[in-house]
């Protein structure tokens, strides 16, 4: 289903992102994909941030955190940049994603803490 979806640009998992699937990204990271992929100079975990604090912008609709609350519980790293050096909590800060960052905020103390 998603394969015959997926645009010749976006991988699987970095599609299912920009369409804000959460269902079929958690389907893709149970199968094996990489939670820490990069693609297009984006992290999954960068790209999901961006893409919910663009939805909220273009639709006037609340922010959603699904996509991100997903990456983190299948291991991506929330200290991760992107190739360009950008981080997931500089990415929801810039967009104000104040869910985000309190999701990276909790996964981040808790790798500090030593309990993953």
């Known amino acids: ?3 015959a979806l997926m645009s010749d640009f976006w991988t699987p998992a970095h599609y299912a992102v920009e369409h804000e699937d ?3 990204l958690a389907r893709l990271l149970a199968g094996g ?3 820490d992929e990069v693609f297009s100079n984006v992290t999954l975990l960068t790209h999901a941030i961006d893409t919910e604090g663009d939805g909220a912008l273009q639709t006037g609709q609340p922010l ?3 996509t991100t609350a997903v990456l983190l519980a299948f291991g991506a790293d929330p200290d991760l940049a992107d190739p360009d ?3 997931p909590l ?3 800060t810039f ?3 104040d869910l985000a960052v309190r999701l990276l905020r909790t996964h981040i ?3 500090v803490g030593g309990s993953r």
């Open 109 to 111: 103390s808790k790798r």
């Open 90 to 92: 500089d990415m929801a």
């Open 95 to 97: 967009h104000a994603h």
């Open 33 to 35: 994909s990489d939670p």
């Open 1 to 3: 289903m998603l394969n």
């Open 64 to 66: 959603t955190v699904h």
């Open 22 to 24: 959460a269902e079929a």
């Open 85 to 87: 050096g950008r981080t």
